[in-house]
């Protein structure tokens, strides 16, 4: 049986390099700092790298996250993997737990992370399943 934790976050992203234009094409790498507030107690640390093209609202990212702290009062942290596209302003995002990866409470925790961002909050829906 999955279980759904629900919360918001806040998010730092910083440059980590100046990005590289290739053909109108921007590459780039930024770390993420993330703290969770809800049924996520915590923070999170991770990498992102980034392609912006030059049509405006077309864009790709990629990016790992180590989150820490608690979840539903269970003490751990897990890894998460982000892939997300826009096309002309159409997003498409996958973002996972990474197999194995939890610790813990959290060991053998599986699921999948949804995102939505309303008037520049981030809140999060994660349904999980944690082994019994």
Do not use: W
């Not at 806040?10 to 234009?21: G, I």
Request: no cysteine; net charge neutral.
């Amino acid at each position: 049986m999955s279980a759904i934790a629900k919360g918001s976050f806040t998010v730092e992203l910083k440059p980590q390099s100046k990005p590289v234009l290739l053909d109108g094409v921007g590459l780039g790498r930024m770390s993420l700092a993330k703290e969770f507030t809800g049924d996520i107690v915590g923070k999170s640390s991770g990498q992102m790298l980034t392609a912006l093209t030059p049509t405006k609202g077309s864009a790709g990212y990629v990016a790992i996250e180590r989150v820490s702290g608690t979840l539903d009062g269970k003490r751990g942290s897990f890894v998460l993997q982000h892939s997300g596209t826009m096309h002309e302003g159409q997003q498409t995002l996958s973002i996972s737990v990474v197999p194995e990866s939890g610790t813990g409470a959290l060991v053998g925790i599986e699921g999948v992370l949804k995102l939505e961002v309303v008037d520049g909050n981030h809140n999060y829906e994660l349904e999980y399943m944690l082994p019994k």
